[in-house]
């Protein structure tokens, strides 16, 4: 049989962490099956019944996080707003079968009932007042809702994937809604009937979806359908052990995009959250396909740790090709920029890109050690760099700079060769030389060994920058 799961959030807002680890979860589940099984498939399904909260431009936001992601789906999108009348059909039937009633309820009995059942300790919030009335009673002028009509004796037990077996006493459980007074389906009821024509095998989802999952289990029951079978994953925490909250960077995953975090980190870096294959931390998405499965959820909450995700980064970033990293560089400098990088500048950042990705932990910070090989000159000099060039270092550099003139290799040993030679002439350290040389070259005190950054700048630019400093001398 076909694995089938899905992923279906709804379109209130980002594609934030959690959300992104259980679209996650159920994508590697899928293409496991699909690798080493009878088949497997990953749906999307956008749960926008909710009209006054859902809108196209969360719903553009989590396609592009789940894209950036890349986790790709199976079929088109589904609509659960869209099936609204095939959601009303389902609750037509439950109806007729008698296994749902309507429901004459005022806001204003509800709410005292609600009361009342507080006070009283009951987890039942709703006293069933109008389960078996007689339709005589049916008060004039007023819409019903309609209520599943919930077993009121025994238990509804769920075989739970990663959570084990897991049951409630049946009159925990109160009647409730599937159709609102104005015809629209309930979440509740949505779910069931969608992923039932989906055909939807396993799902998926966080354990704060649990208590629903009893009362969807019901609704299956009660229209003769097969259920799927469940897996509830811990939540995400902090490192407090509090819920992820934004405080602890549970972000939208485009705020981590557009902090320069790599695709392929972000993947590794959420399968650990919750999910083990034995001491392996460095897992490619080749191996999660081939690893992955409901055995290796643990059932404590996995704890966010940012520092551990930029750690992560920066190995994925070392292990990036230096062609599709400078891509992804260039195409930050020239945002930063706000216009296009001249060649010279971009054949610059080619060149030295290989130098400055083992020291840097995600885009952004690569990018702007990469700068300094892409701004015009004269450069503009940070207070460290212009503290560094005081009058008896511009004329050390002046005298080096002749020397350099005649280098014949613009090579970084040459050019170290060079520059020992004239600092053992000069009587002083190489330090000396190469601190106020790097302040002139790149504007700043601190870069990669700065004969390596004047092989990348090359003679021309070198010496030009140099010129800048010293004044044309």
Not at 430 to 453: M, W
Request: hydrophobic residues 40%; charged residues 30%; glycine residues 10%.
């Amino acid at each position: 049989m076909t694995v089938v799961t899905r992923f279906a959030p709804s379109p209130t807002g980002y594609l934030h962490i959690g959300g992104a680890r259980t679209a996650l979860f159920n994508w590697l589940y899928a293409r496991h099956h699909q690798r080493h099984g009878s088949g497997g498939r990953f749906l999307l399904r956008i749960e926008d019944t909710d009209r006054a909260r859902s809108t196209e431009e969360a719903v553009a936001a989590i396609v592009d996080g789940l894209a950036w992601m890349g986790l790709d789906w199976d079929g088109e999108p589904i609509s659960q707003f869209a099936r609204a009348g095939r959601h009303a059909e389902a609750a037509a039937t439950l109806l007729a079968e008698g296994k749902a009633y309507r429901c004459y309820c005022s806001p204003e009995e509800l709410a005292a009932m609600r009361e009342q059942a507080r006070r009283e300790g009951r987890k039942r919030l709703y006293d069933g007042r109008w389960r078996d009335r007689s339709p005589d009673e049916t008060p004039p002028g007023v819409d019903p809702v309609i209520r599943f009509k919930a077993p009121q004796t025994g238990e509804t037990v769920v075989d739970d994937l990663v959570q084990g077996t897991v049951q409630v006493a049946n009159d925990q459980l109160d009647d409730m809604i599937l159709l609102r007074a104005d015809g629209t389906p309930t979440y509740m009821l949505a779910v069931v009937v969608d992923d039932h024509d989906m055909g939807v095998t396993r799902v998926i989802r966080g354990d704060d979806h649990l208590t629903n999952t009893f009362r969807q289990l019901q609704l299956y029951h009660a229209l003769g359908w097969t259920p799927p079978r469940f897996a509830h994953i811990p939540l995400i925490h902090g490192p407090d052990g509090a819920r992820l909250s934004k405080r602890h960077g549970a972000l939208g995953v485009e705020a981590y995009r557009d902090a320069g975090f790599l695709p392929e980190a972000m993947r590794n870096y959420l399968l650990r959250l919750g999910w083990s294959h034995g001491d392996d931390e460095i897992i490619s998405t080749d191996q999660a396909i081939d690893w992955f499965d409901l055995g290796g959820v643990g059932r404590a909450p996995a704890r966010f740790d940012m520092a551990r995700l930029t750690s992560l980064n920066g190995h994925y970033l070392r292990q990036t090709d230096d062609g599709t990293l400078a891509e992804l560089v260039l195409a930050e400098l020239v945002r930063r920029r706000s216009g296009p990088l001249p060649p010279e500048a971009e054949a610059r950042v080619v060149h030295g890109l290989p130098g400055l990705k083992e020291r840097a932990k995600t885009l952004l910070e690569l990018a702007e050690k990469t700068e300094f090989y892409t701004n015009d000159r004269p450069l503009e000099l940070t207070d460290k760099a212009a503290g560094l060039l005081t009058p008896d270092a511009r004329d050390r550099l002046g005298r080096l700079r002749r020397r350099l003139d005649g280098t014949e290799a613009w090579t970084r040993d040459e050019l170290e060769t060079a520059a020992r030679s004239f600092a053992e002439q000069e009587n002083t350290k190489l330090a000396k030389i190469a601190q106020p040389l790097r302040a002139a070259l790149t504007g700043t005190d601190v870069s990669p060994p700065i004969f390596e950054v004047m092989e990348v700048l090359g003679r021309s630019e070198s010496l030009g920058r140099l010129d800048d400093v010293l004044g044309g001398r």
